[in-house]
């Protein structure tokens, strides 16, 4: 158990429906990242966020959004889902920005 | 993003030998650089890191390498083991930025 929490494991939804990923990052922990991972792509950053504020942006689809709260765990709501957006979805958190990440175990997304 | 990348995809190795896996990166502001593994339905898991100003540095089992000259990272697996079979990524950030970037993975397999 790497101390960071994702759920759910795995969601299976329809396309043009909205899901919420959810993570709670290590005791401590004030830095939360979002990552995609899909079979061609690798991993992806989409988002960051610091003691609740964001701090960084990557390749993430308008459609996207997340947030921290101010408990520090986080959020990732993905709407209008597409096939596409089918992927393993990670969330890492550290205990400042620029130091080495910890994973949670990902919430593996199926869009149907 | 960054352009982080490996020079080979996969990699199969003989239990006992040892393996070598190769990362490229591109921006030559990077200063810290992280090894991560990941299993089979896991999230990745770091293994070791190394900041721009070591040319070296040692774990348990594992050495990572880091030629700025050149831009290249290597990790070093002593005696590789089953266990030691996953997909291997090497990740890049620069003390300007606040993500890390992901290499697409070398998938290493250790035959019995």
């Known amino acids: 158990d790497s101390g960071v929490t994702q759920t759910p494991k795995h969601l299976i939804t329809a396309t043009g429906q909205r899901v919420t990923l959810r993570c709670s990052p290590r005791s401590g922990d004030l830095s939360v990242y979002w990552y995609q991972q899909s079979l061609d792509q690798g991993l992806q950053f989409l988002i960051h966020?610091?003691?609740?504020?964001?701090?960084a942006k990557g390749n993430i689809l308008e459609r996207f959004s997340a947030q921290q709260f101010p408990d520090l765990h986080s959020e990732l709501n993905l709407s209008s889902l597409e096939l596409g957006d089918s992927a393993l979805y990670f969330c890492a958190s550290s205990v400042e920005e620029y130091y080495g990440y910890t994973f949670g175990s990902g919430t593996r997304l199926t869009v149907v | 993003g960054e352009n982080v990348g490996l020079h080979l995809p996969t990699l199969s190795v003989q239990e006992g030998d040892n393996s070598i896996i190769n990362c490229a990166y591109s921006?030559?502001?990077?200063?810290?650089f992280i090894w991560y593994k990941q299993e089979s339905g896991k999230g990745p898991q770091f293994i070791i890191d190394?900041?721009?100003?070591?040319d070296k540095r040692q774990g348990q089992r594992v050495t990572v390498l880091l030629n700025k000259t050149v831009k290249h990272l290597s990790l070093q697996i002593a005696a590789t083991q089953p266990g030691d079979s996953a997909v291997y990524f090497c990740a890049e950030n620069s003390n300007t930025g606040n993500q890390f970037y992901f290499g697409t993975g070398t998938s290493l397999t250790v035959i019995p």
């Open positions: 966020y610091y003691n609740g504020e964001e701090r």
């Open positions: 921006n030559s502001a990077s200063d810290y």
């Open positions: 190394i900041r721009s100003n070591m």
